[in-house]
């Protein structure tokens, strides 16, 4: 009598197995069309190239906020001490002091909802740090990212401040550290959410990359299934980008060059240039973003973005963190999140086109002209001089327009981009001087090599 109890049970494993192989195979041929909104709601996504459609996703059910942790209220200007473990010695515990209980009254926070984030539930006036990192499936491809969370006591829009994305770019790390630990949440209307440092992979290195050589910010909103880079794009996007009123992503110049304090955005765009009207005393250069950048995902998701330029890599430039910090404090100040009177300057004006200037020989660069100079066709540049015969050509600009960016005296080959200069569309030279190109590799599974080609597009 054994033997028929085992070949029923082996029977039924067996279905088990084919019903199981079915339903899998079922699971894989679910359509890939689905995104995510700021709310957290799958919405249809705009193609925006095969490595950047996210997959499909079931809809995101998300907790009663009584129901979630609730995050530490935190001062984040005081340092967090570092504790030694190794020579702690164990205390009593002692009993909690006993105090009367404070009057009850009712304040703006206790009517404000609490902001959810990472499954976490910030209540107003609050000010607290969170970690972000990919799901457990993907351990070991990132480290937990901090992610630093003002919720005012008073409801408002929610402002994202991203830095970093670049391992390199150093200036909007300090910039979202300076405006971040210097919020009060109990004056703030609504919630300010700053991630200093995105791409802790190439932060570590000192390098602008992943550690694949993947450029991180040609792959978002990302997707589940594609490369480490893709993943990483997909998960930030979906628990921190998707919750966002308005975006802000901080970069610098790139490979040895560096930027004047300005705007990237798309002035097509309504929403996005009403949010560039917030910055005061900042130049404003229009450009849509590449396919596969943060800003370009973001506005494609309907959250209005721009990308803010200040200064060169590997380098803390004073004067533009300060540009940035103002620059951020106004925006803040006119999105009605903080009551400040605000006035800066003179509105700098809008480019609508820009070119970067080449060198045609090999040797040693020495710029003449210093970053938002205005400048006029046959102005000269720069010089290359050839160290070994001393040959020494000029670099003259080819039209008028503006320095907004440049590279940093140095060794050069020819063709390298030297000079970065903003025009209005009139101004724009003939398509036989053309900017750098957009170029992406063929194969998106492989890593991204953008050198010079790679300058305008952050």
């Known amino acids: 009598m054994r033997y028929p109890l085992f070949i029923l049970i082996v029977f039924s494993l067996s279905a088990f197995a084919v019903n199981a192989s079915e339903d899998e195979d079922k699971l894989s041929e679910t359509p890939a069309e689905l995104g995510f909104n700021k709310k957290g709601k799958p919405v249809e996504v705009v193609d925006l190239g095969p490595e950047q459609k996210p997959l499909a996703s079931p809809a995101p059910v998300t907790p009663p906020a009584a129901s979630l942790p609730k995050a530490k209220s935190v001062d984040l200007g005081e340092p967090v001490p570092v504790v030694d473990t190794s020579e702690a010695v164990p205390t009593e515990p002692q009993p909690a002091p006993i105090t009367a209980p404070a009057p009850p009254e009712t304040t703006a926070a206790e009517t404000t909802p609490p902001f959810v984030l990472l499954n976490t539930a910030v209540e107003p006036g609050t000010s607290t740090r969170l970690l972000w990192s990919l799901s457990k499936s993907y351990d070991g491809i990132a480290a937990p990212t901090p992610i630093l969370i003002v919720n005012g006591a008073s409801p408002g829009p929610t402002l994202c401040l991203t830095a970093a994305i670049h391992g390199d770019e150093l200036n909007g790390i300090e910039i979202v550290r300076r405006v971040?630990?210097?919020?009060?949440?109990?004056?703030?209307?609504?919630?300010?959410?700053?991630?200093p440092i995105v791409n802790l992979q190439g932060f570590h290195r000192g390098s602008r990359y992943l550690s694949d050589r993947?450029?991180?910010?040609?792959?978002?909103?990302?997707?589940?299934?594609?490369?480490?880079?893709?993943?990483?794009?997909?998960?930030?996007?979906k628990e921190i980008i998707s919750h966002c009123d308005a975006l802000v992503d901080l970069h610098t110049g790139s490979f040895y060059r560096t930027n004047l304090p300005q705007l990237r955005a798309d002035?097509?765009?309504?929403?996005?240039v009403k949010l560039t009207q917030g910055f005061g005393a900042t130049v404003i250069l229009h450009s849509k973003g590449a396919i596969g950048t943060l800003r370009?995902?973001?506005v494609a998701a309907g959250i209005p973005a721009v990308t803010l330029e200040a200064g060169e890599p590997m380098r803390l430039d004073e004067d533009a963190v300060a540009h940035g910090v103002k620059g951020v404090r106004t925006l803040l100040n006119q999105m009605g999140m903080v009551k400040k009177i605000s006035l800066w300057g003179e509105p700098e004006p809008v480019y609508h086109n820009s070119i970067w200037i080449r060198v045609n020989q090999g040797g040693i660069l020495f710029s003449q002209v210093e970053l938002g100079e205005r400048?006029?066709?046959?102005?000269?540049?720069?010089?290359?001089?050839?160290?070994?015969t001393n040959v020494r050509s000029d670099i003259s600009s080819s039209f008028d327009g503006r320095i907004i960016g440049m590279a940093?005296?140095?060794?050069?080959?020819p063709g390298f981009a030297a000079f970065h200069i903003a025009t209005h569309a009139e101004e724009m030279p003939s398509a036989s001087t053309s900017p750098p190109e957009q170029t992406l590799p063929a194969d998106p599974e492989s890593p991204t090599v953008l050198l010079e080609d790679d300058l305008e597009v952050n």
């Open 180 to 195: 971040l630990y210097n919020i009060d949440a109990q004056a703030l209307s609504g919630t300010v959410i700053g991630v």
């Open 375 to 388: 400048v006029s066709e046959g102005d000269l540049l720069g010089t290359v001089t050839d160290p070994i």
């Open 267 to 272: 002035v097509s765009k309504e929403n996005v």
């Open 296 to 298: 370009a995902a973001a």
């Open 408 to 413: 940093l005296n140095q060794v050069v080959m």
């Open 214 to 237: 993947r450029d991180l910010n040609r792959f978002f909103p990302g997707n589940t299934t594609g490369s480490s880079a893709a993943r990483i794009a997909y998960s930030f996007f």
